[in-house]
């Protein structure tokens, strides 16, 4: 109320001092505009909008005045994400003419801007890329699935782009954190040269947590120059698992800062819930629920906020090992996320209703799927062939950090597991069959260790395996008495068995 009222004052203020000292209106307007930096883009442009309409009262000149001065403030500002304002200004009041612009000579280089800045904003669904690879097949990027995607586009020659490289290989030989792919887009058509760049440059780089793919375009037929604004190199995007653009036109340190601040972010939310769910405890399967319509409420004015916050809930519950809040990843999905398909990128729909699909295919008491697997011996087993009262099922990567780490923990409680009657299968879910089988001579001899070595057993169908680790318990029967926990919490478990 207390911004709305300011904007009306402003606009009275600027109103009356138009006609009698330009200067002090440039200033005036200037540190409004000033204090309105640290809101929201979406709240910046209303309240631009109103300052704008306000001023009416004095003219079409006035208005002309304001607007530009606005465009001018926004297009310089060092806050990433509020050239959207700038653009905002320039589609709505100088391009379509219902202002007229300032100086006519400068007119084409307000077009160029809004042209090539439109589509590739802070908070947009970025545009597809569908290019060719080093290895010539084609990769649509928008339908390439990481937690995070990083677009740098490059050329050789480029002095800059001489610098940012080491400094991109750097960080990818360093990054550690949610798998990172990096579209390395080659802006030129010399063939011999890019690949060659791609050798010297990025060949050595071996981090798990990062992957590059090499990408071009010699017929320049993506449009990546418009749609992301490519007119200089270097230039790099961060596009997050919803296909939305995060960062724009950063650097390698810029790039750093942002993944620490979203690290950082995302322990802020957890904490946040954390302390929520802790409150309402017990909890019953409706609390979930509760909590997101109140979130979702309370954060809907803002796309940008409602995405994040909506987002991190999400997770959250996804992430739990409470099957009450479990419950409220559906919640969320079918009632914020595909309920709301204007906040979210189609491909992040799609994806969230084939993760509610997948999560009811293993609910608590079902009976556990059976698959034909190999074992290291390359023998065909069922993966239900147990004989002991429980049956702990892992699914693994064996270059995943976090698997590893719980397998470790595993090993750990081996005589536990063994005096409570648990058996443990192992299952890997990856295609480096040297890899896996190296890692088989690690593990306790009793442990069963399989893996779908034809490709053909069906378990991304059966299991809700699309992020791992992923445990499942099972009795006797072979029904899943539990699901998605960390084995630090199998101790418990095991005293309740």
Not at 95 to 117: H, I, V
Not at 225 to 248: C, E, S
Not at 278 to 302: C, H, M, Q, W, Y
Not at 441 to 467: F, Q, T
């Amino acid at each position: 109320m207390r911004k709305a009222l300011s904007v009306l004052i402003f606009s009275f203020i600027v109103s009356s001092a138009l006609a009698q000292d330009t200067a002090k209106v440039y200033s005036g307007v200037t540190q409004y505009f000033r204090s309105l930096m640290t809101d929201p883009v979406d709240t910046i442009i209303a309240r631009v909008d109103t300052l704008i309409e306000k001023t009416a009262v004095q003219g079409a000149e006035a208005q002309s005045s304001v607007a530009g001065l606005a465009f001018d403030f926004f297009n310089s500002s060092p806050l990433m994400g509020q050239e959207a304002v700038a653009v905002h200004i320039a589609d709505n009041y100088f391009l379509n003419k219902r202002l007229k612009w300032s100086d006519e000579s400068t007119f084409p280089n307000l077009y160029a801007f809004a042209e090539f800045n439109r589509s590739s904003l802070v908070g947009m669904p970025a545009p597809e890329l569908r290019m060719e690879g080093i290895d010539s097949l084609w990769v649509s990027m928008r339908n390439y699935s990481s937690p995070y995607k990083l677009l740098y586009f490059y050329e050789p020659q480029c002095a800059t782009c001489r610098k940012e490289t080491p400094a991109l290989k750097s960080f990818a030989e360093n990054y550690h954190g949610p798998h990172i792919a990096i579209f390395a887009i080659y802006t030129q058509s010399d063939r011999e040269s890019w690949n060659r760049y791609v050798a010297e440059n990025f060949a050595s780089v071996d981090n798990p947590d990062v992957t590059f793919i090499h990408l071009w375009d010699p017929e320049m037929e993506s449009d990546f120059q418009k749609k992301y604004g490519v007119l200089t190199t270097p230039a790099m995007f961060l596009l997050d698992d919803q296909n939305r653009i995060t960062g724009r036109k950063l650097d390698c340190k810029a790039l750093s800062d942002m993944l620490a601040f979203k690290s950082v972010e995302g322990n802020q939310y957890k904490l946040l819930f954390d302390r929520i769910f802790e409150s309402l405890r017990p909890l019953d399967f409706n609390d979930a629920g509760i909590v997101a319509e109140a979130v979702a409420k309370k954060t809907k004015r803002d796309s940008s906020l409602f995405r994040e916050t909506v987002y991190n809930l999400y997770q959250y519950f996804r992430n739990s090992e409470e099957a009450e809040l479990q419950e409220g990843a559906m919640y969320v999905a079918e009632h914020f996320i595909a309920g709301c398909p204007e906040y979210w990128s189609k491909e992040y729909v799609r994806e969230v209703i084939h993760q509610v699909q997948m999560a009811k295919v293993n609910q608590i008491g079902d009976y556990a799927p059976d698959l034909l697997l190999s074992d290291r011996k390359g023998r065909v087993k069922h993966l239900l062939d147990c004989k002991l009262e429980y049956h702990l099922i892992l699914f693994h990567l064996v270059n995943c950090k976090e698997c590893m780490q719980e397998i470790e923990q595993l090993k750990r409680m081996n005589y536990d597991l063994s005096d409570s009657g648990i058996s443990v299968t192992l299952v890997y879910v990856g295609i480096d069959y040297d890899g896996w089988k190296a890692f088989t001579k690690k593990v306790p001899v009793h442990w069963r260790c399989l893996w779908d070595a034809d490709g053909k057993s069906g378990m991304n169908e059966l299991y809700d395996i699309e992020e791992v680790p992923r445990a499942f318990l099972l009795d006797g029967s072979d029904r899943i008495i539990g699901k998605h926990f960390k084995m630090n919490a199998l101790k418990d478990i095991i005293q309740i068995l």
